[in-house]
């Protein structure tokens, strides 16, 4: 035990600089025990240095993960190795946790190993939602294209239909209901469409999240949530969120709504909405020197089926979507309000429980004869 009060009682620069590296780091001994963790890694870990010490990584991480191949190897090497997207996943860690690992052998303690845990999540959050942004452009430059190449020809071709329906038979009549019935299928989804087109700014004020929740809950509960469980967990010292109310009110009638189609057959079919404040991630704003964070996470949980793993990673995308009639634009549209709002949203799903999480900025109000350029945004 002297080896670890050794490290655990370092010098107090070497515990500020161990404490300020933005990752997780542990000192693992010959027999897979912690002999340190900074700060990070005890939040990582959700347990206290002086309770880690007293463990192993095998009692946090499964034992056939592949964390332990690589101490070993680095071990037995004496050398330094980094693996990147390595599935440590465990109940005791919250779930599914993919991460980057840089793993070493000190030089003076040869049976000692330091691993560095590179949560992948911030760095995903972001890489998804460029693409997002890419996605939505594309569909920004077909709603112009359609609208002027599609709409004005569909107009005449329903126009058409409905003069022959006034001289056809009974038969042909129905055909002609078809022709007209399709064609206003076409102008919808190019109206449709046409939401992405739209670049003017977002008028934003100081939004409370829990109202917008109760509002949607309330039309869902009235309409296509009726009779499906619906439960909160709120955290009622949220800050107002900077955002457009009806715009918020927009995406979560559409996440609620998909949750509500996704448990409407199963037997304890729930939805879970829920709010928290997080450390969040901090961005640049372009064309400033600001930097903005997005410390609030709002989330819509179910406990369905599961978005089909074929097309998780593109679940955002347009025209991409499980349903037989659908078009493929609402999680698209969701998307883009949130990035235009300078979010970020991603999705979780496996059989039995599916996670879409929003980050956003929170609204702070400005001093008076404050110039700060970006009102209103908590930086």
């Known amino acids: 035990m002297s080896r670890i009060a050794d490290l655990t009682s370092s010098s107090a620069a070497e515990m500020r600089i161990l404490n300020a590296l933005p990752h997780p780091v542990v000192v693992i001994d010959g027999k897979g025990r912690f002999c340190f963790a900074n700060s990070d890694a005890e939040q990582f870990f959700s347990a ?108 005449g071709i329903k126009g058409a239909a409905q003069l022959l329906a006034t001289s056809a038979s009974d038969e042909d009549r129905g055909l002609t209901r078809l022709i007209q019935e399709e064609s206003d299928r076409i102008v919808k989804l190019v109206d449709r469409m046409e939401v992405f087109s739209d670049q003017r700014p977002i008028e934003r004020s100081a939004v409370n999240i829990h109202s917008v929740l109760e509002h949607v809950k309330t039309l869902g509960k009235n309409g296509f949530a009726r009779g499906i469980k619906i439960t909160e967990l709120y955290d009622p010292s949220l800050p107002p969120v900077y ?35 997080r450390p969040g991630v901090r961005l640049s704003v372009p064309g400033t020197k600001d930097r903005v964070t997005l410390p609030l996470e709002f989330s819509v949980e179910d406990n369905g089926d599961g978005v089909p793993e074929d097309i998780r990673e593109n679940i955002f995308d347009p025209f991409v979507t499980t349903k037989p009639s659908g078009s493929g634009l609402g ?17 979780e799903s496996q059989p039995g429980h599916t996670v879409f999480r929003i980050l ?19 930086g």
Request: charged share 25%; with cysteine.
């Open 243 to 277: 955002a457009n109310r009806d715009q918020l009110v927009q995406v979560f009638l559409n996440l609620l709504k998909n949750a509500a189609e996704a448990v409407r057959d199963r037997e304890g079919g729930e939805i879970r909405l829920l709010t928290a404040f």
């Open 48 to 155: 206290g240095l002086s309770y880690l010490v007293k463990r192993r990584l095998q009692d946090f991480v499964p034992a056939d993960s592949p964390l332990f191949a690589l101490i070993e190897q680095v071990r037995q090497q004496q050398s330094r190795i980094s693996e990147y997207r390595v599935d440590i996943s465990s109940p005791r860690l919250g779930g599914e946790r993919m991460v980057d690992l840089y793993v070493s052998h000190l030089s003076d303690e040869p049976d000692l190993i330091v691993v560095m845990i590179q949560l992948r999540s911030i760095a995903e959050k972001m890489d998804r939602q460029l693409t997002h942004r890419s996605a939505a452009r594309t569909v920004t430059g077909l709603a112009a294209m359609l609208a002027h190449e599609i709409r004005n020809p569909l107009s």
């Open 331 to 347: 999680l698209a549209l969701v998307a883009k309000i949130v990035g235009d709002h300078g979010g970020v949203i991603e999705c």
């Open 360 to 378: 956003m900025p929170a609204w702070r109000e400005l001093p008076p004869d404050s110039s700060n350029d970006m009102p209103g945004m908590q």
